[in-house]
Nanobody
Framework: VQLQAYGGGLVQVGDSLKLDCAASGRTLTNYIMGWFRQAPGKEREFVAA????????YYADSVKGRFTISRDNAKNTVFLQMNSLKSEDTAVYYC?????????????????WGQGTLVTVSS
């Protein structure tokens, strides 16, 4: 499956932004979907994940209550709604797909990755 992330940009602290991840090649119904991010000089980290049916979501503590992951399997797309953005949310955001049967936060379990989209939160 090929993934393409969209929607990054420059926003102010407190603003909202929505990222899209469009898939091609295979239906996303077969995959757990996750969002990860990598800030300058830091390791890539887990942000959020959603199960195949879109009924179970899991978030990193740092984004819980501010970010929402969702999916539209009919459109083969996954979304990340980001609200109340903070300067520490600045990073390149990646969507990824895992063939596991349940949600995982482990980067190594996601074999398919999009190219990343840059989110810059300015104060």
């Amino acid at each position: 499956v090929q993934l393409q992330a969209y929607g990054g940009g420059l926003v102010q602290v407190g603003d909202s932004l929505k990222l899209d991840c469009a898939a091609s090649g295979r239906t996303l119904t077969n995959y757990i979907m996750g969002w990860f991010r990598q800030a300058p000089g830091k390791e890539r980290e887990f942000v959020a994940a959603i199960n195949r049916g879109g009924t179970v979501r899991y978030y990193a503590d740092s984004v819980k209550g501010r970010f929402t992951i969702s999916r539209d399997n009919a459109k083969n797309t996954v979304f990340l709604q980001m609200n109340s953005l903070k300067s520490e949310d600045t990073a390149v955001y990646y969507c990824a797909a895992a063939g596991t049967t349940s949600i995982t936060t482990a980067i190594a379990m996601y074999p398919y990755w999009g190219q990343g989209t840059l989110v810059t939160v300015s104060s």
